[in-house]
């Protein structure tokens, strides 16, 4: 959310398959606030919207037919600097680094068909494909020794099967966790 709140919802730990997904997944969101994204792109937003004032009609026309692709241009690179800092963030937490890549493969896949060009410059987050390959890339780069380390508990588990109990849900397991039984 704008303003740096991060909020934990069951939906997301009943579909991490880890605690360290579910912690990747935490590291992702918190370095999009620690880095300031959306500060970022709201104060480049503005930048552009001066400029193309400035520049009359033809700046204006401009701006109304890139602006949001420039928008979601800015919103995919954010999208890779959250991923490698989120990355860094497992390592340093001691959790192992290849959850982000497992939670990206498992839950977010990508469509059967590769999206068109079009398709993907309106796109406000890159391919998940693409996302791995560039953290296997980071991955490789970490320090040696902060990788495979110990990433879930017993603890994890029963938490989660305790939240699927109250929320009357079916098997967290399931492909489907949100069903009604």
């Known amino acids: 959310m704008p303003g740096g709140f991060l909020y934990l919802t069951s939906g997301l730990i009943l579909i991490d398959e880890s605690e360290g997904e579910l912690t990747a997944a935490w590291a992702h969101e918190t370095a999009h606030v620690t880095a300031r994204h959306f500060a970022k792109i709201e104060h480049k937003m503005r930048i552009g919207r001066r400029v193309a004032l400035s520049a009359g009609r033809a700046g204006y026309l401009v ?4 602006g949001s692709l420039l928008t979601k ?3 995919r690179n954010t999208e890779f600097e959250a991923d490698q800092l989120s990355l860094q963030y497992q390592s340093a937490s001691g959790y192992d680094p290849n959850e982000f890549s497992r939670l ?3 839950t977010l896949q990508d469509q059967d068909q590769p999206p068109s060009f ?3 410059l309106f796109d406000t987050h890159p391919l998940i494909s693409t996302r791995i390959k560039r953290l296997d890339k980071m991955r490789n780069r970490l320090l040696p020794g902060t ?3 110990p990433t879930d508990s017993s603890k994890f588990n029963e938490a989660k099967a305790r939240l ?3 929320l009357n849900l079916a098997d ?3 492909d489907f966790p949100y069903a009604p039984q």
Request: charge should be positive; aromatic fraction near 0%.
């Open 104 to 106: 990206l493969q498992s």
């Open 164 to 166: 699927a109990a109250l």
């Open 172 to 174: 967290p397991d399931s």
């Open 73 to 75: 241009k800015l919103i």
């Open 118 to 120: 079009i398709e993907r």
């Open 147 to 149: 990788i495979d380390q």
């Open 63 to 66: 701006r109304r037919l890139l």
